[in-house]
Every structure is written in structure tokens, then in C-alpha cells.
């Protein structure tokens, strides 16, 4: 069973960066596929991100292309979101998980990290 931990997640302000990381506790971390997910208050998880194992394929949401990019670390697995330009409606928990394969489908994600939250003022 992978476990992972996200950690990164504060407070900012309007049009600041901030860089989420992903500790995974398996070295087999290389061989799933990753994604970011996020859910503000009151509504369904959403997908943000995901990266192949290899880290040579990435997606992403229409809402976060262009500002955020999703990247990995196999030496160290790690998997990282950084996220530029924040917006108050970026505003949310953040999640990783893995995946046998790319996806935008919560349900295709196998293991699932703990959430960091995100708070983004205007």
C-alpha cells in the first residue's frame, strides 16, 4: 500500500506561488501514475492534475493551465504542484493520488494523501 502525504498548503494572497509537495512511502512510487485533486467547501472534488510515471505526460484542468505545473521525483518520491498566479477560487484542500494510469477520474486513483488546504485572499 503506497501512503502519501501532502505538505506545502498556506495562506496567500491574490497572485502569489506556492509549491505542494507529495511524500510517497513506497519506492514502487515510479510505477503509478500521479494526479493533484482539490475540493473548496461545498463542492465535489475536482481534478487539477496528473503526470505519467515517467513524468513525460502531464494534463490539466482548463481552470489551472498555464499556472500551475505538475512534476515528479522518482529518485526522491516525490511528486510536487507548483501553482502560480493564485486566484481566491483556487481556494481549497488539496489531494494526491496515485493511479495505475493518467486520469482526470477520481475514481481511476487508488491511493489517496490526507489534503493540504490552500487559501488564497483577495
Known amino acids: 500500500q503506497v501512503q502519501l502525504v501532502e505538505s506545502g498548503g498556506g495562506l496567500v494572497q491574490a497572485g502569489d506561488s506556492l509549491r505542494l509537495s507529495c511524500a510517497a512511502s513506497e519506492r514502487t512510487f515510479s510505477g503509478y501514475a500521479m494526479g493533484w485533486f482539490r475540493q473548496a467547501p461545498g463542492k465535489e472534488r475536482e481534478f487539477v492534475a496528473t503526470i505519467s510515471w515517467s513524468g513525460s505526460s502531464t494534463y490539466y484542468a482548463d481552470s489551472v493551465k498555464g499556472r500551475f505545473t505538475i512534476s515528479r521525483d522518482n529518485a526522491k518520491n516525490t511528486l510536487f504542484l507548483q501553482m502560480n498566479s493564485l486566484k481566491p477560487e483556487d481556494t481549497a484542500v488539496y489531494y494526491c493520488?496515485?493511479?495505475?494510469?493518467?486520469?482526470?477520474?477520481?475514481?481511476?486513483?487508488?491511493?489517496w494523501g490526507q489534503g493540504t488546504q490552500v487559501t488564497v485572499s483577495s
Open positions: 493520488a496515485a493511479a495505475l494510469e493518467t486520469s482526470n477520474r477520481s475514481s481511476r486513483y487508488k491511493y
